[in-house]
C-alpha cells in the first residue's frame, strides 16, 4: 500500500479528476434504478410455497385482489346502492382488472321453465324503499357467501377486485385508490389488499429516501463541524460519503437490481458507515500536523500508518454484511452485496481522494502549533484513569448487564406482519384493521386440487371432499369466509330441486332422481313418472353445462380451470400473524394428511408466503450471525498474525448482540425481515472499533507496561472511536424517522449496537488486557 500511497501523494489532481469523472458517469446511470416494493418477490423461486403460488398464477387468470370497503350509517338505501353501483360498473372497465365481485353485481342463481337462470342482481339501482326492500331479501337469501361483501354489522359494503395476472399490481391498485379518494360518496371508504400494502410500501419507501438521507447527511456535517471545526475536515469526509453512495446506486442501476424494501435503507446504512474512516484519517493528520514540515511528508507518514486499520476495518465491515447473503431471500441478500461494494468503495476514496485533496491543501496553521487539549480528549484521560484504577469493579458491572440482557432473551417475538410495519393512524393500517375487523378477511390461503386428467374436479367424490374441507377451513378462527366449486355446485342442485334444503349438497357418486316418460298402455301413450339412476359426475356436468349457458363462461374461472382437471378453495383470513397462520396451516396440513392423502392438494397463497418468509428470517439471523462472526475472526487474525487476538476482537461484538437481543425482549420488538439485519450489521460495523483499539494497543504496549498502553490507546484511539461510534449511531438513528416501524426499530437497535460495541471496545478489551495480559499483545511475528 505504500507504492499506491506515494503515487496519489504524487499525482494529486489525476487522482480527485479520475474519481469525479467516474462519480459523474454513475450519478447519470442513477436515472435507470427501479423500485420493488413487494416483498414477496423477493423469496427465492425454487421453495414450496413460491413454485406453488407461480403456480397458481399460470393455472387462474386472477393471483391478487383489492378490497374496497364502503361504510356508512345507511348502507342500504337508494343513495348508498347508487354509489355502490357506480363503483362497480368503473371497476369492471378498468383493463388491469379480471373481474369485479360487490353487492351490486354478484350472480344469482334460480330455477327457470328452461332449468337454470342466472344474472347479476342488479341491472340498475332501486330508487325507492320498495326496491331496496326487494333487493336486500335477494342479496341475503341467494346462498351466496356475503362475508367479504357486507360486514357483520351490516355498515359496510364491501367490492373485492380481482387483478388480472400480466399486470403490475401496484399499479393498478393505484388507479382504483385515486379513483376512491377522489369520487364524494355519500359514505366513507377504506381501501385494502397486498397490491394496496405494497404500494403504500413504495411510497413509504419514497418519503424515507427524500427525508431520512438529507437528515443523515446534515447530522454529519454537524458532527464533523463539532469535530474539526474546519472546511476541510467537513468537505473530505462528506464527499467520500456523496461519492460513494452514488458510485453504489449507479451500479446497482447498471445491474438492473432495484431498491427494494431492503435496499431502500442502504444510502442511509452507507452514508453512517463511509464517513468513519475519514473521521480516523483526518483525526490522525491534525495530530500529527506539527510534526512534519510539508504537506507530502505530513499525508505519506499518516496513511503509512493508517492503510492496514482503514483496509482491515473496511473489509470486516463489508464481510459482515456480505454474510447477509446467506439469507435466501433476494433483497436482503442484495443489501449484503451493494452495502459491501459501497463500504469497498469509501475504503478506496479515504484512501485516495482525502489525502490527493489534502496534498492540495495548505496544513492549517493552528495546528502545526500545540493546540490546547480539547474537552473529549480531558474527559477519556479521565475515563482511562478511573479504568485502570476500577477494572474490577468495570468488569463486574459489565457481567451484571449481560446477565440482565440474557433474561430478555425468552421475550423476543419472531413477527413477520406486514400490517405492523405501518404505525398505528397511517392510512394502509386503518384500512386493514377495518376491513378485516368486520369483513372475511384480504390475507388468503388456497388450497389446490390438481387431477391428473380433464373433468377430475367434477367427480362427486372430490368434489364432495372440497366442500367438507371448505366447511372445516370455515369453522376455524381468523378464517371469515371461503370459496370455491362446491358453493356454486351446491346451489345450483338446491334451485334446481325448488329450492328445498335437503339438496344444498354436492351430488353423491350415484344419484336417484324421478322422471317422466312416455308408455305404450291399451293402445295409448300415457305419461308415467319412473325413477332412474344417474352418475354424480354426470349431474355435476349437467350443472355446470347450464351455468356456462346461463353466466358467463369465465365466472368460474378464478376457481376451476378450463379442463375442470384444477381447482381451489380460498379461505379469507383476517389476521395475518405468524400465530395465526402458523396455526391454521398446521390446522390445515392436518386434516389434509388424514382425510386426503389419496388427492394430491397443495396449501399456497398470501398466508404461505408469510409464512415462508418467517422460516427464512429465523434461518438467515442465525446462519448470518455464524458465517459474519467466522468472516470477520479470520479476517482480523491475518490482520493481527494471531487467532487469538483475532477472537479477542469479537468479544465486542458478543456483548453488542447480547445486549441488543436482550433489549429486543425486553422491550417487545419482533424479530423480523428488517430487524433480522442488524446483528450482521452491528457485527460488520462493530468490528472496526474493536481493531482500531487493539492495533493501536499492540502498538503502545512496546514503549510500557499494559496499565501504560492503556491510558495511550484510550488517549490516541479513544476519541475517534467515540466519534466515530456517536457519528456511525446517530446516523443509523435517523432510521427511526422512518415511515415503517420495522425500520425505526432497527435504526435504534443498530444505534444501540454501535455504542455498545464501540463501549466493549474501550472497556471490555482493556479490562480482559489489564486482568489477562495477553502474551501475544506484545510479539510482533503474532505467534499463537
Same mark, same amino acid.
Not at 409464512?611 to 438467515?620: M, Q, R, S, W
Given at each position: 500500500?505504500?507504492?499506491? %500511497?506515494?503515487w $496519489?501523494?504524487?499525482?494529486?489532481?489525476?487522482?480527485?479528476?479520475?474519481?469525479s469523472?467516474?462519480?459523474i458517469f454513475?450519478?447519470y446511470?442513477?436515472?435507470?434504478?427501479k423500485?420493488?416494493?413487494?416483498?414477496t418477490?423477493?423469496l427465492?423461486?425454487?421453495?414450496p410455497?413460491?413454485?406453488?403460488y407461480?403456480?397458481m398464477n399460470?393455472?387462474f387468470?386472477?393471483?391478487?385482489?383489492?378490497?374496497i370497503a364502503y361504510?356508512?350509517?345507511?348502507?342500504?338505501?337508494?343513495?348508498?346502492?347508487?354509489?355502490?353501483?357506480k363503483?362497480?360498473?368503473?371497476?369492471e372497465?378498468?383493463?388491469s382488472v379480471?373481474?369485479?365481485?360487490?353487492p351490486? *353485481?354478484?350472480?344469482?342463481i334460480?330455477?327457470?321453465?328452461e332449468?337454470?337462470?342466472?344474472?347479476?342482481?342488479l341491472a340498475?339501482?332501486?330508487?325507492?324503499?320498495a326496491?331496496?326492500?326487494?333487493y336486500k331479501?335477494?342479496?341475503?337469501?341467494?346462498?351466496?357467501?356475503?362475508?367479504?361483501?357486507i360486514?357483520? @354489522?351490516?355498515?359496510?359494503?364491501?367490492?373485492?377486485?380481482f387483478l388480472k395476472n400480466n /399486470?403490475k399490481?401496484?399499479?393498478?391498485?393505484?388507479e382504483?385508490?385515486?379513483?376512491?379518494?377522489?369520487?364524494k360518496?355519500?359514505?366513507?371508504?377504506?381501501?385494502?389488499?397486498?397490491? $394496496?400494502?405494497?404500494?403504500?410500501?413504495?411510497?413509504?419507501?419514497?418519503r424515507?429516501m427524500g427525508?431520512?438521507?438529507?437528515?443523515?447527511?446534515?447530522?454529519?456535517i454537524?458532527?464533523?463541524?463539532?469535530?474539526?471545526k474546519?472546511?476541510?475536515? /467537513?468537505?473530505?469526509?462528506?464527499s467520500?460519503?456523496?461519492?460513494?453512495?452514488?458510485?453504489?446506486?449507479g451500479?446497482?442501476?447498471?445491474?438492473?437490481?432495484?431498491?427494494?424494501?431492503?435496499?431502500?435503507?442502504?444510502?442511509?446504512?452507507?452514508?453512517?458507515i463511509?464517513?468513519?474512516?475519514?473521521?480516523?484519517?483526518?483525526?490522525r493528520?491534525?495530530?500529527?500536523a506539527?510534526?512534519?514540515?510539508?504537506?507530502?511528508?505530513?499525508i505519506r507518514?499518516?496513511?503509512?500508518?493508517? *492503510?492496514?486499520p482503514?483496509?482491515?476495518?473496511?473489509?470486516?465491515?463489508?464481510?459482515g454484511?456480505?454474510?447477509?447473503?446467506?439469507?435466501?431471500?433476494g433483497?436482503v441478500?442484495d443489501?449484503?452485496?451493494?452495502?459491501s461494494?459501497?463500504?469497498?468503495?469509501?475504503?478506496?476514496?479515504s484512501?485516495s481522494?482525502?489525502?490527493a485533496?489534502?496534498?492540495?491543501?495548505?496544513?492549517?496553521k493552528?495546528?502545526?502549533?500545540?493546540?490546547?487539549t480539547?474537552?473529549?480528549?480531558?474527559a477519556?484521560?479521565?475515563?482511562?484513569?478511573?479504568?485502570?484504577?476500577?477494572?474490577?469493579?468495570?468488569?463486574g458491572?459489565?457481567?451484571?448487564?449481560?446477565?440482565?440482557?440474557?433474561?430478555?432473551?425468552?421475550?423476543?417475538?419472531?413477527?413477520?406482519?406486514?400490517?405492523? *410495519?405501518?404505525?398505528?393512524?397511517?392510512p394502509a393500517r386503518?384500512?386493514y384493521?377495518e376491513?378485516?375487523?368486520?369483513f372475511?378477511?384480504? %390475507?388468503?390461503?388456497s388450497?389446490?386440487?390438481e387431477?391428473?386428467?380433464?373433468?377430475?374436479?367434477?367427480?362427486?367424490?372430490?368434489?364432495?371432499k372440497?366442500?367438507?374441507?371448505?366447511?372445516f377451513?370455515k369453522?376455524?378462527?381468523?378464517?371469515?369466509?371461503?370459496?370455491?366449486?362446491?358453493?356454486y355446485?351446491?346451489?345450483?342442485?338446491k334451485?334446481?330441486?325448488?329450492?328445498n334444503?335437503a339438496?344444498?349438497?354436492v351430488?353423491?357418486? %350415484? $344419484?336417484e332422481? %324421478?322422471?317422466?316418460?312416455?308408455?305404450?298402455?291399451?293402445?295409448?301413450?300415457?305419461?308415467?313418472?319412473?325413477?332412474?339412476?344417474?352418475?354424480?359426475?354426470?349431474?355435476?356436468?349437467?350443472?355446470?353445462?347450464?351455468y356456462?349457458?346461463s353466466?358467463?363462461?369465465?365466472?368460474l374461472?378464478?376457481?376451476v380451470d378450463?379442463?375442470?382437471q384444477?381447482?381451489r378453495?380460498?379461505?379469507?383470513?383476517n389476521?395475518?400473524?405468524?400465530?395465526?397462520?402458523?396455526?391454521? @396451516?398446521s390446522?390445515?396440513?392436518?386434516?389434509?394428511k388424514k382425510?386426503?392423502?389419496? *388427492?394430491?392438494?397443495?396449501?399456497?397463497?398470501?398466508?404461505?408466503?408469510?409464512?415462508? /418468509?418467517?422460516?427464512?428470517?429465523?434461518?438467515?439471523?442465525?446462519l448470518?450471525i455464524?458465517?459474519?462472526?467466522?468472516?470477520v475472526?479470520?479476517?482480523t487474525?491475518i490482520?493481527?498474525?494471531?487467532i487469538?487476538l483475532?477472537?479477542?476482537?469479537?468479544?465486542p461484538?458478543?456483548?453488542?448482540?447480547i445486549?441488543?437481543f436482550?433489549?429486543?425482549?425486553w422491550a417487545?420488538?419482533?424479530?423480523?425481515?428488517?430487524?433480522?439485519?442488524?446483528?450482521?450489521?452491528?457485527?460488520?460495523?462493530?468490528?472496526?472499533?474493536?481493531?482500531?483499539?487493539?492495533?493501536?494497543?499492540r502498538?503502545e504496549?512496546?514503549?510500557?507496561?499494559?496499565?501504560t498502553a492503556?491510558?495511550?490507546t484510550?488517549?490516541?484511539?479513544g476519541v475517534?472511536?467515540?466519534?466515530n461510534?456517536?457519528? $456511525?449511531?446517530?446516523?443509523?438513528?435517523?432510521?427511526i424517522?422512518?415511515?415503517?416501524?420495522?425500520?425505526?426499530?432497527?435504526?435504534?437497535?443498530i444505534?444501540?449496537?454501535?455504542?455498545t460495541s464501540?463501549?466493549?471496545a474501550?472497556a471490555?478489551?482493556?479490562?480482559?488486557?489489564?486482568?489477562?495480559?495477553?502474551?501475544?499483545l506484545k510479539?510482533?511475528?503474532g505467534?499463537?
Open positions: 500500500m505504500k507504492k499506491f %500511497t506515494d $496519489v501523494v504524487s499525482n494529486p489532481l489525476k487522482t480527485i479528476i479520475s474519481i469523472l467516474l462519480t454513475f450519478a446511470s442513477i436515472k435507470d434504478i423500485v420493488d416494493p413487494d416483498i418477490s423477493s427465492p423461486k425454487n421453495i410455497a413460491k413454485l406453488l407461480d403456480k399460470k393455472i387468470p386472477s393471483r391478487d385482489f383489492v378490497l361504510e356508512t350509517d345507511s348502507l342500504f338505501t337508494p343513495k348508498s346502492i347508487a354509489d355502490i353501483f363503483l362497480t360498473k368503473y371497476l372497465k378498468i383493463p379480471y373481474s369485479v365481485m360487490s351490486t *353485481n354478484i350472480k344469482v334460480k330455477g327457470s321453465e332449468g337454470l337462470e342466472v344474472k347479476e342482481i340498475k339501482p332501486p330508487t325507492n324503499a326496491e331496496v326492500s326487494a331479501h335477494i342479496l341475503f337469501h341467494s346462498d351466496f357467501p356475503t362475508e367479504n361483501i360486514s357483520k @354489522d351490516g355498515r359496510m359494503a364491501g367490492v373485492m377486485v /399486470i399490481p401496484e399499479d393498478a391498485s393505484k382504483i385508490l385515486n379513483y376512491v379518494n377522489n369520487q360518496f355519500n359514505g366513507k371508504n377504506f381501501v385494502t389488499g397486498k397490491p $394496496v400494502l405494497t404500494l403504500y410500501l413504495g411510497r413509504g419507501m419514497a424515507d427525508l431520512l438521507f438529507p437528515l443523515v447527511l446534515l447530522l454529519i454537524v458532527i464533523l463541524w463539532l469535530s474539526f474546519n472546511f476541510r475536515g /467537513i468537505l473530505l469526509p462528506f467520500v460519503v456523496i461519492i460513494s453512495v452514488t458510485w453504489t446506486i451500479i446497482m442501476a447498471l445491474t438492473g437490481t432495484p431498491i427494494s424494501h431492503s435496499t431502500n435503507m442502504l444510502p442511509i446504512l452507507l452514508a453512517s463511509a464517513v468513519a474512516d475519514g473521521i480516523h484519517i483526518l483525526n493528520y491534525y495530530e500529527e506539527r510534526s512534519y514540515p510539508t504537506s507530502k511528508e505530513l507518514n499518516v496513511m503509512y500508518e493508517l *492503510n492496514g482503514v483496509i482491515i476495518t473496511s473489509v470486516t465491515t463489508a464481510f454484511f456480505l454474510a447477509l447473503n446467506t439469507s435466501q431471500i433483497s441478500g443489501l449484503g452485496i451493494y452495502t461494494v459501497g463500504i469497498i468503495s469509501a475504503m478506496f476514496f484512501l481522494f482525502i489525502p485533496s489534502l496534498v492540495l491543501m495548505k496544513i492549517p493552528r495546528f502545526v502549533v500545540k493546540k490546547k480539547g474537552m473529549l480528549t480531558k477519556v484521560n479521565s475515563y482511562a484513569n478511573f479504568l485502570v484504577n476500577n477494572y474490577k469493579l468495570l468488569m458491572l459489565i457481567v451484571l448487564i449481560i446477565i440482565f440482557s440474557i433474561a430478555g432473551f425468552p421475550k423476543i417475538v419472531l413477527e413477520n406482519n406486514t400490517i405492523k *410495519n405501518f404505525p398505528k393512524g397511517h386503518v384500512a384493521e376491513i378485516n375487523k368486520r372475511g378477511g384480504t %390475507t388468503f390461503l388450497v389446490m386440487f387431477g391428473d386428467s380433464a373433468n377430475y374436479i367434477k367427480q362427486s367424490a372430490v368434489l364432495g372440497m366442500d367438507k374441507l371448505e366447511t377451513l369453522s376455524r378462527d381468523n378464517v371469515g369466509s371461503a370459496l370455491s366449486l362446491a358453493d355446485v351446491k346451489r345450483i342442485n334451485v334446481l330441486h325448488a329450492e334444503p339438496y344444498d349438497v351430488p353423491a357418486d %350415484t $344419484v332422481d %324421478t322422471g317422466v316418460d312416455y308408455v305404450l298402455e291399451n293402445g295409448k301413450w300415457v305419461e308415467k313418472e319412473i325413477k332412474f339412476k344417474i352418475s354424480g359426475e354426470q349431474v355435476i356436468s349437467q350443472y355446470l353445462q347450464l356456462e349457458m353466466g358467463k363462461p369465465d365466472d374461472a378464478n376457481l378450463y379442463d375442470y384444477n381447482a378453495i380460498t379461505a379469507f383470513i389476521d395475518e400473524s405468524s400465530e395465526t397462520l402458523t396455526r391454521l @396451516d390446522e390445515t396440513r392436518s386434516y389434509i382425510y386426503l392423502k389419496d *388427492n394430491n392438494v397443495e396449501l399456497t397463497g398470501t398466508s404461505e408466503l408469510f409464512l415462508a /418468509i418467517n422460516n427464512l428470517v429465523v434461518e438467515g439471523q442465525f448470518s455464524i458465517v459474519s462472526l467466522i468472516l475472526s479470520i479476517v487474525s490482520l493481527f498474525k494471531s487469538k483475532g477472537l479477542y476482537s469479537t468479544i461484538l458478543f456483548f453488542a448482540m445486549f441488543n436482550g433489549y429486543m425482549g417487545g420488538i419482533d424479530l423480523n425481515i428488517v430487524t433480522m439485519l442488524t446483528s450482521s450489521i452491528a457485527i460488520g460495523v462493530g468490528v472496526d472499533y474493536a481493531v482500531h483499539y487493539v492495533y493501536r494497543h502498538i504496549l512496546k514503549h510500557g507496561n499494559q496499565e492503556v491510558k495511550n484510550l488517549r490516541i484511539a475517534p472511536i467515540i466519534i461510534a456517536v457519528t $456511525v449511531g446517530l446516523g443509523f438513528l435517523i432510521l424517522f422512518s415511515t415503517f416501524t420495522g425500520v425505526r426499530h432497527m435504526g435504534l437497535l444505534a444501540i449496537a454501535m455504542f464501540s463501549f466493549g474501550i471490555i478489551l482493556p479490562v480482559l488486557f489489564l486482568n489477562i495480559n495477553p502474551k501475544m510479539t510482533n511475528n505467534k499463537k
